[in-house]
């Protein structure tokens, strides 16, 4: 017997999160193999059977938990908390700059600039001479 989920509308939860994902039906369409016609029925469909429901998941980049849970509410709650928790502090002008590169790469650049340096040091020192 297969398990059919009807929490709120699973179609309108696949639309949102196509939306926040930034794909259009016709960019789903082309992951899931069909129209973009098609993703406009499942964006309108109630139900879906666990195994549609784990390749529509997939192809958004979620699990199917995730899309079966989705609370348009929660992302909302959790974008609004990041951002009051993320150490920016705008209204006074102190504003902090954080660097997301990871430290490896960071020395990867310096090096490779450093080495660039001392190429450039050597040929003008053979021009000199």
Do not use: W
Request: with cysteine.
């Amino acid at each position: 017997m297969e398990n059919y989920t009807n929490t709120l509308h699973i179609g309108r939860k696949i639309e949102k999160v196509r939306h926040l994902r930034g794909l259009t039906q016709s960019e789903m369409g082309d992951l899931l193999g069909i129209t973009k016609q098609a993703v406009s029925k499942i964006e309108q469909t109630e139900k879906f059977d666990d195994a549609r429901l784990n390749e529509i998941a997939s192809a958004l980049g979620v699990t199917v938990e995730g899309l079966k849970k989705f609370n348009e509410e929660a992302v909302f709650n959790n974008t609004n908390h990041f951002h009051e928790n993320c150490g920016v502090k705008t209204s006074t002008g102190n504003i902090h700059t954080f660097n997301n590169f990871p430290i490896e790469e960071v020395m990867n650049l310096f090096e490779k600039l450093i080495e660039k340096e001392r190429e450039r040091f050597e040929s003008l020192k053979k021009e000199k001479e």
